[in-house]
């Protein structure tokens, strides 16, 4: 179905034709799929207790003999101060391996915790202990005494 308009690209993709009420929708070619998502992650390391000084860089220096380092990313907080944590994605799964053998190592002198990444599953929420209870929201207040 072409169009010839002078609407936008954007207007033309979602656009609704008045003679068989047929949509146009635009496929993003970049979305990632469940199986993306895993084969990404299968290249990823979670670095923990990495100093807040350290820059990308330097993380990306320290992981170099395991492979090519594709990404670095230091997680930061709403202010953009950095949480302590990065993700190192490689180019090779391979390379995962001996990242791990880094665990423990220095940087900053800090000593590093290195490990795979985990693969989220949406609507997989841990629980958290003992959190609000929606019938029961003064629990708090309801005390027992013992007469001895």
Same mark, same amino acid.
């Given at each position: 179905m072409h169009h010839l308009s002078s609407s936008?690209? %954007?207007? *033309?993709? /979602?656009?609704?034709?008045?003679?068989?009420?047929? /949509?146009?929708?635009?496929?993003?070619?970049?979305?990632?799929t469940s199986e993306n998502k895993e084969e990404m992650d299968s290249r990823l390391v979670f670095v923990g207790n990495v100093d807040y000084a350290c820059t990308p860089e330097e993380v990306q220096q320290h992981f170099n003999s395991c492979g090519i380092v594709n990404r670095v990313t230091i997680l930061t *907080?709403? /202010? @953009? &101060?950095?949480?302590? /944590?990065?993700?190192?994605?490689?180019?090779e799964v391979e390379a995962v391996q001996e990242a791990i053998k880094l665990n423990e190592?220095? %940087?900053?002198?800090? &000593? %590093?915790?290195?490990? %795979?990444?985990r693969t989220n599953i949406? @609507?997989?929420? &841990?629980p958290r202990g003992r959190g609000f209870n929606q019938y029961r929201p003064y629990a708090f207040l309801y005390l027992r005494?013992?007469?001895?």
């Open positions: 936008s690209p %954007l207007e *033309d993709a /979602f656009s609704n034709t008045t003679n068989n009420r047929s /949509f146009s929708v635009c496929v993003d070619p970049n979305a990632t *907080d709403k /202010f @953009g &101060q950095p949480k302590g /944590f990065a993700y190192v994605e490689f180019v190592s220095e %940087l900053h002198g800090r &000593q %590093l915790k290195v490990a %795979l990444k949406p @609507g997989m929420k &841990q005494v013992h007469v001895i």
